[in-house]
């Protein structure tokens, strides 16, 4: 009869066993292609939730044209279908917009109001074309379509302006109501349950701000216009909407002391027809983690500094800069996931509390991220809990959502690419069920070697499934030469309850699981 020391060690052994054979972010498949060392050539990945992927593939060719050739795959990364098009030297790609049926790409010819909607069927693979005239030249910054109906944002003379061009006659024309001085296209929202558009605009007039939200039916008639308040000082800076109900919204964002696109917290409110109800405030020290980013030293100056200020009877005050993602359903609450983020100068960068000094002599190098706050809330707009998710030293050339979120039995898988690896955190709410993990992206062949990562990114997928996508170079164990370019596109599948592996673990594993 064994022991009871005999069979604890028995069960540390089955434990260990079980721990090669699962790790908590499983790279599973992968796919590769071979980028052109002679032409330009683009990639991007469209993830399709449990639809699978898309991948467009643009490529130069002779005098200036190129060839655009569309993948489709499944989950499991097989090829469903392929389609090519033509694209002429004159036409330039400016904006891309999916839905559920197709992927749309604008694309204006060179100095002219020329414009043609390009659009693929996710289903088939079918492209068809719609060619339009813009009423005036705009610098272009918004794109999205309802329907048979794309809705082009921009700026003519420095002026706002929203034109709507339909497939069905080619018509464009311009939504009433929004060609003003002084004035920002906050952003462009489809309320597809209603059939409706929402253009949210910044307006500074007079020393005031103003945040209105128009909102116009499928025609492009205007059907209402929402005045949103600014109380005690506190302008709004941008907003995501989410209907309720047939004449219900909840607007979530954030907003500033006074009129500036520095941050100061979060807001969140009703809106019964034209009507917001009152606006909760939530200034980032009455959030319960969001100086975790810090170390612990650090975070208790800053603490202690606050509360300082309000034993003075002073409001503390902020100035961080804030990329708000897209609001996540998860069961009976909406998850909001925003970003902290800085310029970056490749004089040197002087950045304090939340702000960048300014210097006329800098050159804009890029954003740098500092962490991302995530924070639950429910249907009446009241902030549920809050969590925080380190970032260190995330840089980008362009400001990209970089922290994505998958879910699994209640919890929330954070990662961030960087460097060839992803870095992950589980948080339950307002708890860490697991600290920070980095994890390498493998090849397919044990005998590859990775020689550098390019513009790696990462895109949260259906259930806990993440895509890992960018460049590489990869050279070979086994003979000496130059090494190969690919663009790739992993899956990765999140386990939260795996055992933990350490850092020589992981990248056995790895080697072990890239195929």
Known sequence: MKTLKQILRLLIFIGALFSEARAQLEQSLRLEFKVSQTNDEYFDVTPLNKEGLLVTQRKEEYYGNEKWSFFRFDTLLKQQWSAEYKLSYELHPIKTYHNQNYLFWLLQETDSDKLTVLRVDLHNGEIET???????RADIVHFKVLGNTAFIGGYHHSRPVVMAFSFFDKSIKALPYLYTTNTEISNIELDEQRNQLNVLLYTIKRGDCQFTIKTYSYEGKLIKTTTMPFEDNNGLISGKILPLDETSSLIVGNYAQGCTQYSQGLYFSRIKDAEPEKLQWVDFSKLENFFNYLKPKRKQ??????????????????????????????NDEFVLVAEVYYPVYKNGTMYTGGM???????????????????CGFDKAGNLLWDNCFALENVESIELLPMVQVTRRDGLLVLGYPKDGKI????????????????????????????????????????????????????????????????????????????????????????KSSGN
């Open 130 to 136: 719609f060619k339009g005239d813009l009423l005036t």
């Open 301 to 330: 100056r800053v603490v202690e500094k606050i509360s300082k200020r309000k034993e003075e009877g002073k409001e503390p005050k902020f100035r961080y800069r804030l990329l708000v993602h897209e609001v996540i359903k998860s």
């Open 356 to 374: 960048a000094a300014r210097n006329p002599n800098r050159e804009f190098d890029g954003f740098r991220y500092t962490h991302a706050i995530v």
């Open 423 to 510: 870095n992950t955190e589980v948080i339950e709410r307002n708890k860490i069920v697991r600290e920070k993990e980095a994890f390498t992206i493998k090849s397919a062949d044990d005998n590859d070697r990775i020689v550098d990562n390019e513009r790696g990114l990462l895109a949260a997928w259906h259930d806990h499934y993440f895509l890992a996508y960018g460049y590489q170079k990869i050279g070979s164990e086994k003979w000496v030469g130059a090494p190969r370019e690919v663009f790739y596109i992993n899956r990765f599948s999140y386990d939260p309850y795996a055992p933990r592996l350490d850092a020589k673990e992981e990248t056995k594993k790895g």
